[in-house]
Nanobody, 129 residues
Framework: QVQLVESGGGLVQPGGSLRLSCATS????????IGWFRQAPGKEREGVSC????????YYSDSVKGRFTISRDNAKNTVYLQMNSLKPEDTAVYYC??????????????????????WGKGTLVTASS
């Protein structure tokens, strides 16, 4: 049974940093695309960053490029999202997701959240003074 558990969210001042963790079980990272998505109140869910560990491909949305970094630790079956220079508009619930359809590109998987197969319950990130 695949499970994804997010942690690391919280309240941070604008300009601050947080690191989110996605602890996975029931899967092998190299057999999936793993992604971070977020949803702010009243807005659609959007792909933030994804990684295809088998080929080490990554994708970042334009809104976070240069500020966020996705990484993974295969030994711990965990994927991380380092978020720097946080802005108020980064405030959202952040979800970790895993997709088995490796024939899609990493960018497509991130821009089309419907292709992901498993989801965590989310962790709230609030960037506010």
């Amino acid at each position: 049974q695949v499970q994804l558990v997010e942690s690391g969210g919280g309240l941070v001042q604008p300009g601050g940093s947080l690191r989110l963790s996605c602890a996975t079980s029931g899967l092998t990272l190299d057999s999936y695309v793993i992604g971070w998505f977020r949803q702010a109140p009243g807005k659609e869910r959007e792909g933030v960053s994804c990684i295809k560990p088998s080929v080490d491909h990554t994708y970042y949305s334009d809104s976070v490029k240069g500020r966020f970094t996705i990484s993974r630790d295969n030994a711990k079956n965990t994927v991380y999202l380092q978020m720097n220079s946080l802005k108020p508009e980064d405030t959202a619930v952040y979800y970790c997701a895993a997709g088995r359809k490796l024939y899609y590109t990493t960018s497509y998987s991130c821009r089309s959240y419907g292709v992901m197969d498993y989801w965590g319950k989310g962790t709230l990130v609030t960037a506010s003074s």
